[in-house]
Each structure stands twice: as C-alpha cells, then as structure tokens.
C-alpha cells in the first residue's frame, strides 16, 4: 500500500503476538487463563501442542482449539505440566510432619487444601503423613487442579508398579513409619491406594488464576504450581492461600519457589524456609 509503513517485526515476536491471541482465544472460549503464566515455558508448551496437532502455525492451532473442544481437550495438558511423584522432596515431608503436625494436631478437626494436586500423588503422600500422625480421622483435605484428566487420575489413587519403588524411597526419606506397601494393593501392574485414604479427599476443578476462595483450612500445599506463573499471578494465588489460611495457618511450596515480596508475600514468616515452609503473620 503506498504511503503505509509498517514497523519490522521479526519472526519471535510475531510468534509471541500469535501466542498471546491464542491465550486470550483459550479464555473467551473455554475460561482457561493461561494469560499470566510465565512466558518461556507457554511458548515451549504451545510448540509441543502445535507438533502433537500437527499445526503449521499458531493460528492453525487457535483455529483448530476454538471450533472443536476435543481438540482442546487434546492441547490442555500441554499447556499444565504433569510431572510429580510421591513425597517428592522428602525433605519437605518430613519437615511438614516435624514442624507442622505438632500444631495440627491441636486442632478438632482439619482442613487442608492441595492446589494443584495433579494426579494426586502429592495428596496421596499427605494423606499417608496425617495418618501416621494420628491426623487423617479428623482431616478432610481438598485436591483442587485445572486439568481435570489429572483429577480423574489422582482420584483412582492408581499409579504404574514401576513408580512405586522411587515412591518407597521417598517415604521412608521423608520419615515413614511403617512401609509405603501398608497402603497400597498391587495388581495387573498397577498399585492402587487404599480406600482408607480415600474417605477423606474431595477432588475439585478449581483455578488459581480464576476462581475464589472456597473454603478455610488450616495447611495450603501448592507445589511446583506457582513457577509457571508470572508475578502478578503469583500474586494472586498467594492471596487466595492468605485469605483460605485460618490465623497462623500455614503454606508450603515447590524447592524452587518462594514468595516474592508484595501484600500477601509480605503476610507470611518462614517456618522452615529451607523447605519453603511458611506461617501466616499474626
Ligand atoms: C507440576 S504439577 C505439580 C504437582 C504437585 N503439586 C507436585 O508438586 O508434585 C503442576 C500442576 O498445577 C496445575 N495447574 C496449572 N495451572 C493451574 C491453575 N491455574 N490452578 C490450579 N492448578 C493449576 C497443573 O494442571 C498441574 O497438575
């Protein structure tokens, strides 16, 4: 067009304008909010999920999400990763049963919430802690996920054999009492968790970046869930856990995550801030 000029613009940064328009083409249509995750991994993600569709572009991609839901469906865990094991940083564990069980068992009854649960196998691993504790009979604990594929998953406690010996190895480094075998049975391959465990766990489809607080509980464990936010979103779910936590509640996080400074970080103390343990202020 004569007379028009238009700004050179290189290659990545179309590919992060197409990417941005299919974030907020996700939300409009199927109110996930992608929009503030970290931007370095959605841009791998969105690759990944462009290879498994096989989409030239990212516009084919936003094409192909927006007009039929199955394959939406087929791009979601692209965009949430999965990855997690039983008492994963046993360390944790056993600072959780060291340090935080004690309070907890001061109270009637508990409520505790996994944000992020995944396939469950965080949950499963603090249902395991409380019971040893003598805490499980009066803790319900809510598993809360975007993916709801992995809150199918974590709900039938199921997981492949060959997991399970890194699982053992975690439990006993995290301070299992007894052996992780007590509360699983094996068969076709496979362990299942007790029902026992089960009793006290409700799976729900609940996001950080939109939905609400939907209960007080006494622990929030949101694990390895925060480091694929930006700091604004960040933000956000840390007020959600400040506002769910009763007075003196306490928050535990991913080994490579930490409250950044602002309202809500600024709400919380270290407890065992090498295990990125914290208590709500007073
Ligand atoms: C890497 S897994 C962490 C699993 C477990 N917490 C652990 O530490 O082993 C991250 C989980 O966060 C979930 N997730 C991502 N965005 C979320 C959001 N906005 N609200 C709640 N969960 C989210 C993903 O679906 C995924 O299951």
């Known amino acids: 067009m004569p007379g028009v000029v238009f700004a050179a ?4 940064a179309l590919f992060d304008l197409e990417v941005r328009l299919l974030l907020e083409a996700l939300f409009q249509r199927y109110h996930h909010d992608f929009r503030d995750y970290a931007l370095a991994s959605v841009r791998r993600r969105v690759r990944q999920a462009m290879q498994r569709l096989e ?3 990212v516009a084919d991609l936003q094409n192909l999400v927006l007009h039929e839901p199955d394959a939406f469906a087929q791009a979601l865990p692209f965009f949430t990763v999965q990855v997690s094991e039983m008492f994963r940083d046993p360390a944790y ?23 992020g649960c995944s396939n469950g196998e965080e949950v499963w691993s603090l ?10 009979e009066r803790t319900l604990i809510y598993a809360t996920d975007i993916n709801p594929q992995a809150l199918r998953a974590a709900e039938s406690a199921t997981y492949e054999a060959r997991r399970v010996g890194g699982f053992s ?17 094996s068969a076709y391959g496979r362990a299942v968790f007790d029902r026992h465990l089960r009793k006290h766990v409700v799976f729900a489809d609940h996001s950080l970046a939109t939905d609400a607080v939907f209960s007080e509980v006494h622990l929030v464990s949101c694990r390895n869930v925060l480091i694929y936010f930006n700091a604004g979103l960040q933000d956000r779910a840390i007020g959600l856990f400040r506002e769910a936590l009763v007075h003196r509640g306490f928050l535990g996080l991913g080994s490579r995550e930490s409250l950044r400074s602002g309202a809500n970080a600024n709400a919380f103390e270290p407890l065992v801030a090498a295990q990125k343990l914290f208590r709500k202020k007073a």
């Open 9 to 12: 613009v290189n290659e990545e």
């Open 127 to 136: 249902a395991i802690l409380l019971a040893e504790e003598g805490l499980l």
């Open 55 to 57: 989409c030239e572009s």
């Open 169 to 185: 190895k975690n439990y006993q480094a995290a301070g299992g009492t007894g052996s992780l075998s007590d509360y699983y049975s």
């Open 93 to 115: 564990f056993l600072a959780l049963r060291e340090h935080v069980a004690p309070v907890l068992r001061t109270y009637p009854s508990l409520k505790i919430w996994v944000a």
